[in-house]
């Protein structure tokens, strides 16, 4: 999947990393693949939509998180989604160090996923509810997370997608 976005975005993709819960090997997920790929601009964004486009992603115009553009499958594919943030920009490494703290983190798995297994049944038709439930664990762990990056010298390597 990597290699199609990166030949249908050339230079634009600065980075392609597999993100979110499928990312981490032992942490139950939906079955939906999320896949950031880090951009220096999103501007001129025809130059995002149309090659993205050519490959069966949708954009979604409508997203309100202003920080990242993001680009869903097209009916019938499996589920997929993209998401183009800025190169070194807060909103880019997040993920990748929510990714990499939780690969190894093990023990941080299973309240997390019992979080999002009681939130799923509250709100099964609600996905703002559902994300705004897990927010502040979510940030519990990220706070972690940035002190484990201080004591480590962590930085976001070579792109794994």
Request: net charge positive; hydrophobic share 40%.
């Amino acid at each position: 999947m990597a290699a199609v976005i990166r030949t249908a975005l050339g230079a634009r993709a600065k980075r392609i990393d597999h993100i979110g819960s499928t990312a981490i090997n032992g942490l139950a997920a939906k079955p939906i693949i999320d896949i950031q790929v880090s951009v220096v601009d999103f501007d001129p964004l025809d130059s995002l939509i149309e090659p993205l486009k050519a490959i069966g992603y949708v954009w979604r115009s409508s997203n309100p998180e202003l920080p990242k553009r993001y680009f869903r499958e097209s009916p019938g594919q499996e589920r997929r989604h993209i998401h183009v943030r800025r190169l070194g920009s807060w909103h880019e490494q997040w993920p990748l160090l929510f990714r990499d703290y939780m690969r190894i983190h093990v023990e941080e798995h299973e309240p997390y996923v019992d979080l999002k297994r009681r939130l799923a049944a509250r709100f099964q038709n609600d996905r703002v509810a559902y994300t705004i439930g897990k927010e502040d664990h979510l940030w519990q762990i990220i706070r972690r997370a940035d002190r484990w990056a201080a004591a480590t010298g962590w930085m976001s390597r070579v792109s794994d997608a």
